[in-house]
Structures are given as C-alpha cells and as structure tokens.
C-alpha cells in the first residue's frame, strides 16, 4: 500500500521558522507532482506550494518569499521550510503526491493524513 507519513508540524511563535515533511512509502515506480495544502478552521483548503519531477516550482502569493518547498528523490520525501511564519498560517497542511503505482498503471493522487502547524505568541 501506498502511505504519505507528515511531521513536523507543532506550535511557532509568529516570526519563527518550521520545517514539516511528507515521506511516500509502499510499492511505487514513479513520483510525478508532488505539493502542499493547508486548511484552516472555517475556511477552504487552498493550494500552498507544489513542486514537479524536475524541480521545478510554484507558491501561493501569500507564501512567497517566505515558503521554500523541496524533495529528495532518492527518498521519496518532500520538505516545506517555512519562515517568517505569520497567525494567518496557522492551519493543517497536507501533504499531495501524484505517482504511479505499477508500469501501467494510471497516475493516482494520494493524500497524508495532515500535520497541525499553529503560530501564536
């Protein structure tokens, strides 16, 4: 089976740093896309940051400069280092990969579990 695993997560004071993490185990021949959301109480989940096979990479406005996604392919496992964390980033972030499972199988989204990332003084 195929798992996403998330850590990192915990409580930051505003203005601090936090680096969470997803790692993708279990019988996989490819990782395409892989990405990052986050939800915060009462509102939608939104699109944080994603990263493709090549490195290549996009962020919400409101992360930019501050966010820095990345993977390590040789691990199967994806970081979000996050800086200058502000009240408004306090949410649960989930970890989106898009890979394959088999040769011939089709590409499948999978989703972890999420992690809690709180910023308050």
């Known amino acids: 089976q195929v798992q996403l695993v998330e850590s990192g997560g915990g409580l930051v004071q505003p203005g601090g740093s936090l680096r969470v993490s997803c790692a993708v185990s279990?019988?996989?021949?490819?990782?395409?896309?892989m990405g990052w959301y986050r939800q915060a109480p009462g509102k939608q989940r939104e699109l944080v940051a994603t990263?493709?096979?090549?490195?290549?990479?996009n962020y919400a406005d409101s992360v930019k400069g501050r966010f820095t996604i990345s993977r390590d392919n040789a691990k199967n496992t994806m970081y979000l280092q996050m800086n200058s964390l502000r009240p408004e980033d306090t949410a649960v972030y989930y970890c989106k990969v898009v890979l394959k499972r088999s040769t011939s199988d089709a590409w499948y989204q999978y989703w972890g579990q999420g992690t809690q990332v709180t910023v308050s003084s």
């Open positions: 279990g019988s996989i021949v490819s990782i395409s896309t």
């Open positions: 990263i493709t096979s090549g490195s290549n990479r």
